[in-house]
């Protein structure tokens, strides 16, 4: 330790806010602040060794009790803490010095001398900005006679608080200082032990307590503890060696008593814990804490605010009684356990779930509805005014089971956007569940909680996200599900589409039933035969065909080229698509029941658009795109003379300046040429028919995918063999067995057709017939090719060719009778697009002639068949050929 120091008359001053330096004590500083720089320069840097500086406790200005005389002062404290680098200096004060703020400063009247054990100078870059890290050492305690400024830092005039060795030898003959002494080393000697003991080091810190003198012995130890500014202010002020070591030994006994509570704790823990339990000791020792401090607040305990959150979600009370016996059995398992994290996460999802909140439904407006689905959608009337009407008993009735709306269609005609506009014309949430390749059980009930990362099913999962007990929920694709070994989720569904079961519904992880009686349901599906006719059965299926050309366009008009325009960040300034184009690419470009493709075209041009203008815009003009961009962007915000390093538009004005900036000089039109050289040549032409029949033996005829109504050709040819039939083009059974039929008849009924001479019964006899359908990688199958394998076998041996402007579809039986089929409307529309002239339909079908637009029966001539001779009376040109004697 450090002998007696002579102190000057005056000090450089350096402020510590809320902290104290005790004799004895070390500690490291950094310096930044100028006022402190300065007085580390002067005091310390150019003084070497014989520099000391005066260490003074300041307060907080906001502190109200005020220990020493107050200076109001610009000038900020510098804190520190023990052992780690801290800021000290004045420079939050000269920063308010120049916002003419005044900040008061209470200054203590007593502080410490200190001199620098280590000082190291550094220079900040790129500031360049002088930095002192300084360690100081505590010397002796001095009292404040006068404080005042020298430059940027304080000064005071001092005195000494030590006493002289006269006095100590004095004091050191008190007895009750010798008891006081004697206290304290007992004291600070049972305190080393136990931290030598408890840190395993050897009896070094014995050794102070030989060598150093009581009362500076008793700074030290008291400076090693964390206590308050106010009990380090009270070892400061103690001038009087004994209050100095009864204060001492009263913070040394009690650091003494913490470490022994904290060790009674670890015992304490230690003793309760198994073997088995050892991985728990971390949780323990916080809960003995707590026991030995008497702080046992429940209102922290995440179980306690689950059970608050679960009393708040509106349970019905059998399910309540359900969690009062989970969260009961969750308490006594220790977080370790295997099933607690499941049990908890079941919890959870129990009090996540909508079991009351709901959706505020507003006031339906059905003309407001009718405006809303019209704006969305062109077209679909009959879907329209079935909404309407559904919205129109939810008004009259809240409270009614409306069915299931079931919307079948091709893809991209509006399915899932008008299950939106239902939500939308409800004032319900919207969520969207995806039933596509679902072949597991569990995804619709959810797995049974016994299983290794069981989860709720979709259902329960999306009522969690969306947070109300009453959305429009769409079941998306619900044709495409599955079954395998893991179960069926089309049968799964019987019980959520059911308006008399599903207010019950019971998902396997939940374990207890679930209202979703007031959740509107709404499915989508391409196709009604792959769906199983029980749940067929509960729902209310929309069909949705194809849109004609005519409707095509006004889409495209209305909806799909601001769409893309905007998605490209193109306006009608940059490019314009008329009408005639549009109406091109629908015909040569697309031929689907929706309008993806259509739009998909439409980005192909918006993309080359976009092209030509970033081009312009990279390479414009210098002279006069610099004073566009100087005039009404740059001038008005450098206005005021202000530097700037980048200008920021902002979003709201940048549509507008952007584009009359970078305006091009005339808008980018499409035409024929672009079209070819940015979609490519026509892939489809309406010479297509009349190309392909152009020989006898091919006939045109009309079949539904899930894609729409197509135009399915069917070729025929004869060679030499012994009287085979042989079919390709990836065929299914069905059509198989419909073109063996269709040779039976035609080979019944050669006679009459004038196919064969009377005494030619054989019309096989040494030939072979092949029968093709184009596109043989769609697979194909279904009875409405029937009259388009007639006809092509009654060209073949005619050889008169089928009229190329006629399509025809219709099941035929073994006696020549023309059937009913299904998907007219859809099949009528294909032709329309082929650009088809005249349809032949079983007469049988005449009903279903409604659902077709006024505007495509007007462009087309419907023929209806009710025997199969009425089919090749009006697919030949001039008749049946049995008028004819054939040739063979």
């Not at 000290?88 to 200054?107: F, M, R, T, Y």
């Amino acid at each position: 330790m450090t002998e007696s120091v002579e102190l000057p008359s005056r000090l450089g001053i350096l402020p510590f806010r809320n902290k104290v330096l005790l004799p004895g004590a070390i500690i490291r500083i950094r310096c930044t602040s100028p006022s402190s720089v300065k007085l580390v320069e002067q005091e310390l840097w150019q003084r070497e060794e014989k520099g000391l500086i005066g260490i003074l406790p300041v307060r907080d200005a906001a502190e109200t009790a005020s220990v020493a005389p107050t200076l109001s002062q610009g000038v900020g404290s510098d804190s520190a803490e023990r052992g780690s680098k801290i800021q000290v200096g004045a420079s939050d004060g000269h920063k308010a010095d120049g916002k003419n703020q005044q900040e008061v400063i209470h200054w203590h009247n007593r502080g410490v001398a200190a001199r620098a054990l280590h000082l190291s100078r550094g220079v900040e870059k790129p500031s360049g900005r002088v930095t002192y890290i300084v360690v100081l050492e505590g010397l002796c305690r001095f009292s404040v006679q006068e404080l005042s400024t020298r430059g940027t830092y304080y000064t005071a005039r001092i005195s000494s608080l030590e006493m002289s060795k006269t006095e100590m030898e004095l004091v050191e003959q008190d007895l009750d200082f010798i008891a006081l002494s004697r206290q304290f080393k007992a004291t600070a000697m049972e305190l080393i032990s136990v931290l030598e003991q408890k840190q395993k080091t050897g009896g070094r810190t014995k050794v102070l307590l030989e060598t150093v003198p009581v009362h500076k012995l008793a700074d030290i130890f008291v400076a090693s503890f964390e206590i308050s500014f106010e009990e380090q202010l009270l070892m400061l002020d103690s001038v009087d060696l004994k209050v100095r070591l009864s204060k001492a030994t009263e913070l040394v006994d009690r650091h003494l008593q913490s470490i022994r509570v904290a060790e009674k704790i670890t015992q304490k823990v230690e003793g309760q814990l198994s073997k088995s339990q050892k991985e728990f000791l971390l949780r323990q020792q916080m809960r003995a804490i707590k026991e030995e401090l008497g702080d046992n607040d429940d209102d922290e305990d995440d179980l306690v605010a689950l059970e608050r959150k679960m009393q708040s979600a509106g349970m019905p009370s059998n399910i309540w009684k359900h969690v009062q016996r989970e969260l009961r059995r969750l308490k006594k398992m220790q977080p370790q356990q295997p099933g607690y994290n499941s049990s908890r996460v079941y919890l959870e999802l129990l009090a996540d779930l909508p079991w009351e909140k709901a959706s505020e439904e507003h006031e339906l407006d059905l003309k407001a509805a009718k405006e809303r689905l019209d704006s969305d959608h062109y077209g679909l009337v009959r879907v329209k005014q079935r909404i309407i009407e559904y919205l129109a008993v939810r008004k009259l009735k809240p409270d009614a089971r409306g069915p299931v709306l079931c919307f079948v269609g091709p893809p991209g005609v509006g399915k899932t956007s008008l299950a939106s506009s239902i939500a939308t014309a409800l004032g319900r949430k919207f969520v969207r569940i995806s039933l596509g390749g679902v072949k597991d059980e569990a995804d619709i009930r959810g797995h049974r909680r016994t299983y290794i990362g069981s989860m709720p099913g979709r259902l329960i999962d999306g009522l969690k996200r969306v947070g109300v007990c009453n959305p429009v929920m769409l079941l998306d694709e619900i044709d495409k599900t599955g079954s395998d070994v893991r179960g069926d989720p089309a049968s799964a569904l019987l019980e959520v589409l059911d308006t008399e079961q599903n207010k019950t519904f019971n998902d396997h992880y939940l374990n207890v039933p679930f209202d979703l009686s007031k959740v509107i349901f709404v499915a989508t599906a391409n196709r009604v035969q792959p769906i199983p006719p029980p749940l067929l059965d509960r729902m209310e299926v929309i069909e949705l065909p194809g849109y004609t050309p005519e409707e095509k366009l006004r889409i495209a008009m209305r909806h799909l080229i601001p769409r893309v325009l905007d998605q490209h960040g193109l306006g009608s300034e940059f490019l314009q698509i008329p009408e005639a184009m549009v109406k091109l690419v629908i015909q040569r470009y697309t031929r689907e029941a929706g309008v993806r493709n259509l739009e998909r075209n439409l980005a192909a041009l918006a993309r080359a658009a976009a092209v030509k203008v970033a081009e312009q815009e990279q390479a414009p003009p210098s002279s006069k795109v610099v004073q566009q961009l100087a005039s009404p962007l740059l001038d008005n915000r450098l206005a005021d003379g202000a530097e700037v390093e980048m200008e920021v538009i902002p979003m709201g004005e940048s549509t507008h300046d952007i584009s009359n900036t970078f305006r091009i000089a005339s808008p980018l039109v499409v035409d024929e040429a672009m079209l070819e050289k940015v979609l490519g040549p026509p892939r489809f032409d309406d010479r297509e028919a009349a190309e392909r029949v152009a020989s006898p033996g091919i006939s045109v005829g009309l079949v539904w995918t899930t894609f729409g109504g197509e135009v399915q050709f069917v070729e025929a040819t004869s060679m030499v063999g012994k009287g085979e039939l042989h079919l390709t083009g990836q065929l299914g059974d069905v059509i198989k067995e419909s073109a063996q039929i269709a040779l039976t008849w035609v080979r019944a009924r050669a006679t009459d057709l004038q196919l064969v001479a009377e005494d030619d019964i054989n019309l096989l006899q040494g030939r072979d017939i092949h029968i093709h359908f184009p596109a043989g990688a769609v697979p194909k199958d279904g009875p409405s090719a029937g009259v388009t394998l007639v006809t092509a076998l009654v060209s073949l041996f005619s050889r008169k060719r089928v009229r190329a402007d006629t399509a025809m579809t219709g099941e035929m039986t073994l006696r020549g009778l023309v059937l009913p089929v299904g998907g007219i409307k859809d099949k009528i529309l294909a032709a329309h697009r082929y650009g088809i002239k005249r349809v032949i339909l079983p007469e049988r079908n005449l009903k279903d002639l409604v659902e077709v637009p006024a505007a495509v029966l007007a462009n087309l001539e419907i023929l209806l068949a009710k025997r199969m001779e009425d089919v090749l009376e009006q697919a030949f040109e001039g008749g049946c050929p049995w008028r004819q004697h054939s040739k063979l």
